[in-house]
């Protein structure tokens, strides 16, 4: 591979990386709630589902799942209903606990604050989106060249999912910082209600046509 190429598929990565969606909703809770360890392990649980996605991919085995239309409307009705769930899920309890009058942090689904259950938040945050395979299929198919060596697709895979990694685990240390959480304690319930309502929309998006 060529400097140009790898400039196009980093580059074009990092766009779509750095695009607010579920993810990013996904981390940006976790580190207010949980704090910096929390949100780590979403992104964590994110880059562990982004191995599989792009392993997918640059093995070919995406082109065929993207191919069959009836098991592929399935892998994104189950990935719609979990993010509308969750979704409607925050929603209910910030309701909920604005008319008992009680307090605005609401922890994710099942968390009991351990590492495990956040990781598990982030690789079924991400696997919620079976577009990704799409997205993968196409931008390997578009920008990675045909004579790929085996290395050079190792390399991509190392870099697209250490960039993300790097990027989340940004996200969540700015978060997690003073301000950030002064400023969900202060305003949480907002915060929640903006976040349930992205994620059900995001998932009212993705339901198959």
Excluded: C
């Excluded at 704090?35 to 392990?41: D, E, K, Q, V």
């Excluded at 892998?75 to 309701?95: D, E, N, P, Q, T």
């Excluded at 002064?182 to 046509?209: C, E, H, K, M, N």
């Amino acid at each position: 591979m060529t400097p140009t190429a790898w400039a196009l598929l980093l580059g074009t990565w990092v766009v779509g990386l750095v695009s607010p969606g579920p993810d990013f909703i996904a981390v940006l809770r976790a580190s207010m709630v949980g704090g910096r360890r929390a949100g780590s392990a979403v992104a964590l649980g994110i880059a562990s589902m982004l191995v599989v996605w792009i392993s997918l991919a640059l093995t070919g085995i995406s082109v065929v799942v993207t191919q069959h239309e009836t098991a592929f409307r399935v892998m994104r009705s189950v990935g719609a209903v979990f993010l509308v769930g969750y979704g409607a899920w925050i929603l209910w309890h910030v309701w909920r606990d604005r008319a008992s009058g009680g307090g605005a942090v609401v922890t994710a689904p099942g968390a009991d604050r351990s590492g495990s259950r956040w990781w598990w938040t982030g690789v079924v945050t991400n696997a919620s989106n079976p577009k990704a395979l799409a997205f993968f299929a196409a931008l390997f198919a578009t920008l990675l060249p045909q004579g790929a060596t085996v290395p050079e697709r190792g390399v991509s895979l190392v870099a697209m999912v250490g960039s993300a990694l790097l990027w989340f685990l940004f996200i969540a240390r700015v978060a997690s910082s003073g301000p950030a959480v002064a400023l969900y304690r202060r305003t949480g319930w907002i915060i929640d209600a903006l976040l349930g309502a992205l994620l059900v929309v995001v998932g009212v998006l993705l339901f198959p046509r």
